[in-house]
């Protein structure tokens, strides 16, 4: 099975309750050759509205960080553990997890990244894969909003950043 395939049943999926208030799915983007892969918990508005991942506030504030530390956002893949947006976007409910998992199962087996970064609580239910590292960050919105979070967050990017020239 090709990406496009993949994207295609993601596209499709009605496994769960959340695709009944979605404008659009959000399935990922990126090379599909990426070294590294951002998983986060879900679409929010500005991405169900676009159909693209981190398209909105927290988005625009990790491209940008990303780039500070010298990471192009052109060069990640970045997809969520759950591919259309929850009410009120509020965590994804166990079920909700398991139905998309075998797509971002999936994803991870397609791109083959060296370093998956897990960004938020939710996204720690990314499936492990041997020979792949994770690296677990705050969620920019919680970094934004927190000076200590936004603190950390920066240290973390900045490791991260070191990991990848390493690879």
Sequence with gaps: MAMEELNMQIYGCKKCRLWK????????????????????QNPGADEDESGR??????????TKTLAEFGIKREDIYITNIVKHISPK???PY????????PYVTAQIKFIQ?????????????????????YIQVI????????TQMRLKF??????????IQQN
């Design 53 to 62: 991942p981190f398209v909105g506030r927290a988005g625009k504030y990790l």
């Design 21 to 40: 208030d979605a404008k659009h799915v959000v399935p990922g983007e990126g090379p599909l050759n990426a070294k590294v892969m951002f998983v986060g």
């Design 139 to 146: 969620h920019p919105s919680a970094a934004m909003r927190f």
């Design 113 to 133: 990244p060296k370093i998956i970064v897990l960004l938020g609580a939710s996204a720690k239910e990314t499936p492990r894969v041997d020979g792949i590292e």
């Design 89 to 91: 976007n509020r965590a």
């Design 94 to 101: 166990p079920d909700e997890l398991a139905s998309c998992l």
């Design 154 to 163: 920066r240290v973390q990017i900045a490791e991260l950043a070191k990991r």
